[in-house]
């Protein structure tokens, strides 16, 4: 693994532009709405065919805790999402940073054996959170 600083150099865009400011703040806007506006009408596939809970099963009821600042309850709803969240508000905060202040760009380089096993671990990760959250 190699972590580097580089400055942006002359590309087609500019990814924490894109992703940071732009396309994760609309899907979190996008998931808040829907939780919001279909909540009482979403309803997990997965779990109507199995009777289990999926990763995402609680997510609408996290948000709405969240909403409303009761991040005890969004946690106990949705442990997974609230992670995820936190780590979206930790990476527009970066993105923020770095497009407006013109800072250095953090990347990383990883091998293709380094790739597999983060995926594998990711994947072995859900998987925990799954058994440990989910199932009855």
């Known amino acids: 693994m190699k972590i580097s600083l580089r400055r942006v150099c002359n590309q087609p865009y500019d990814p924490e532009l894109l992703w940071g400011l732009i396309l994760v703040p609309c899907a979190i806007v996008l998931g808040a709405a829907a939780a919001v ?3 009482d009408r979403l309803y997990c596939t997965y ?10 099963c609680g997510a609408t009821h996290a948000v709405r805790h969240l909403l409303h600042g009761r991040m005890t309850e969004a946690w106990n709803a949705n442990p ?3 992670c995820v969240l936190l780590a979206a508000a930790v990476f527009m905060t970066y993105s923020a940073a770095v497009v407006l202040l013109r800072l250095p760009r953090i990347r990383v380089e990883l091998t293709a054996a380094e790739r597999r096993i983060l995926v594998l671990v990711s994947l072995l990760g859900i998987l925990a959170y799954w058994r440990l959250w989910m199932l009855p």
């Open 37 to 39: 506006l279909l909540g």
């Open 47 to 56: 779990r109507r065919l199995t009777g289990f809970r999926c990763p995402g």
């Open 80 to 82: 997974l999402l609230v």
